[in-house]
């Protein structure tokens, strides 16, 4: 069956450190894969789209990579900020052009 | 404000009872999805429209669960004969056409707790 797998467990991280976050998928093949953020009781906010010829996308301080041997994406926020502590999800798009997410992963940023 | 509105924010009902979320998109967007999300979870896909058309259905949305969106703007999602199991937060999206992709625009959600 289609798995996404985000570590469920939070990343805590001193400000200014780089956050790398992992989304790992089996039995896709996903034309692009995107990520997310989500605040506590509030809805997903789009940040980034990779297409699965594309290696690396950047936007300002995040990073993402795409590595469809692997069946991997890293998401990587540098110069990290208290501001940036959130949930983080990865979301690919199946055949039926609908997103299937990932867990998430929640994200602190310590002053 | 511009963007995807969702009524109730929050809603409590006792186990049994229907209850009927609204939905408003973004007003050129002519696509809208629904999603589910419990705790800890990534949002999970339940249906999507194309302007009034339903065009995919989740197998997770059982008989219980039914969507319109009749004029093909606000759509509504309705839970009949709710279940403890139904609590989650509901959330909508919609989509434009960027050219190259659909980017989804989601909502605050609805959080139904079902007692």
């Known amino acids: 069956s289609q798995k996404i797998e985000q570590n469920s467990e939070a990343l805590n991280i001193q400000e200014g450190k780089t956050a790398t976050l992992t989304c790992n998928y089996t039995?896709?093949?996903?034309?692009?894969l995107q990520w997310y953020r989500q605040d506590p009781g509030r809805g997903p906010v789009f940040l980034l789209l990779?297409?699965?010829?594309?290696k690396e996308k950047r936007k300002e301080r995040l990073k993402v990579t795409f590595d469809t041997t692997l069946k991997q994406s890293l998401f990587h926020i540098t110069a990290s900020q208290p501001a940036d502590s959130a949930t983080y999800l990865c979301?690919?798009?199946?055949?039926?052009?609908?997103?299937?997410f990932g867990g998430g992963t929640r994200l602190m940023v310590k002053p | 404000d511009t963007g995807v509105s969702q009524d109730p924010r929050h809603k409590i009902t006792k186990r049994g009872q229907n209850v009927t979320f609204r939905c408003d998109p973004i007003s050129e967007h002519n696509r809208l999805y629904w999603y589910r999300q419990t705790l800890g979870q990534g949002p999970e896909f339940l249906t999507y429209f194309q302007n009034e058309a339903q065009l995919e259905k989740s197998r997770l949305l059982s008989n219980r669960f039914s969507a319109e969106r009749p004029k093909g703007s606000f759509s509504t999602l309705e839970i009949q004969r709710t279940e403890q199991g139904d609590s989650a937060m509901y959330l909508c999206?919609?989509?434009?056409?960027?050219?190259?992709?659909?980017?989804?625009?989601f909502g605050p959600g609805t959080r139904l707790t079902v007692t």
């Open positions: 999206a919609s989509s434009s056409w960027t050219g190259t992709y659909y980017e989804q625009y």
């Open positions: 039995n896709y093949s996903p034309a692009y």
């Open positions: 990779i297409r699965e010829n594309e």
């Open positions: 979301a690919l798009r199946n055949a039926g052009n609908m997103l299937t």
